[in-house]
């Protein structure tokens, strides 16, 4: 009972620090591209940004399918690089790893993260937001593999608004989108979520506070951009499965 109780206390902890703590580089990192934890965003990086990194990924962070072997799933990591050409255009590469059975020419060898799902991303923003409006952005994570693919553990197409309102140096940041996941064995996070980012008026925006609904959990994180080049996140996936990663944030133009 003691230990239920101090459970919950430590969930509870966890989402007031990442309600109080708090960005200016939003990252959907585990892919590379602009947006928050899990879900997309209509925030765009500036024209000319490009990120190059890599994301730890905790196991209940994974699609079902196509991330387990014969002990269930497990964790993995995903590697980067993403390019904003022109501010209403993003596009991304991401390599996630996958455990398989080493071969040598025919001959099995040991177990490891040997197997890789590639896929490629793009967003387009239709709606720059100004006044009262939102800006408006339409998107896609593994476009490319769906019909019929065993793969496309990713796939998913998007539509999505994001506000931000400023007062007194503090920003609030408030993000919706409509997802669809074609395969089956990724319908848990179909259909409307949300978010509420936060930043405080010291550091520049720098530093960033998520709380996010995917459909099917509950995420809180923090994004830090270190040195104005190192893009820092670290979330507890239902504020108890960590995942988190770096990558370099460089300004090309």
């Known amino acids: 009972m003691g230990a239920l109780f101090l459970d919950k206390m430590k969930r509870m902890a966890i989402l007031l620090l990442a309600l109080m703590i708090p960005f200016m580089a939003a990252s959907q990192q585990y892919t590379g591209m602009s947006g928050l934890i899990h879900i997309p965003t209509a925030d765009m990086d500036p024209e000319g940004v490009m990120r190059v990194g890599g994301h730890f990924l905790n196991a209940a962070f994974t699609p079902d399918e196509n991330f387990s072997d014969g002990d269930g799933k497990y964790n993995t990591g995903s590697f980067y690089l993403s390019v904003t050409p022109f501010k209403w255009l993003e596009g991304g590469y991401t390599v996630t790893l996958r455990r398989r059975v080493q071969d040598y020419f025919g001959q099995k060898g040991d177990v490891g993260y040997y197997g890789k799902d590639r896929y490629i991303s793009i967003k387009c923003r239709v709606l720059e937001e100004g006044g009262w409006w939102p800006s408006i952005a339409l998107g896609a994570n593994d476009p490319a593999t769906t019909a019929g693919s065993g793969n496309a553990s990713f796939c998913n197409f998007y539509l999505a608004l994001s506000k931000h309102l400023d007062f007194g140096g503090h920003r609030l940041g408030l993000h919706a989108a409509g997802r669809y996941w074609p395969k089956e064995f990724n319908r848990k996070w179909n259909g409307l979520v949300g978010a509420l980012t936060y930043s405080p008026p010291f550091d520049h925006h720098r530093m960033r506070a998520i709380?996010?609904?995917?459909?099917?959990?509950?995420?809180?994180?923090?994004?830090?951009?270190?040195?104005?080049?190192?893009?820092?996140?670290?979330?507890?996936?239902?504020g108890k499965y960590f995942s988190g990663g770096m990558c370099l944030y460089l300004n090309l133009l």
Request: negative net charge; contains cysteine; aromatic residues 10%.
């Open 211 to 238: 709380v996010e609904y995917t459909g099917a959990d509950v995420n809180v994180g923090v994004d830090y951009l270190l040195f104005g080049h190192v893009l820092l996140q670290a979330c507890l996936q239902n």
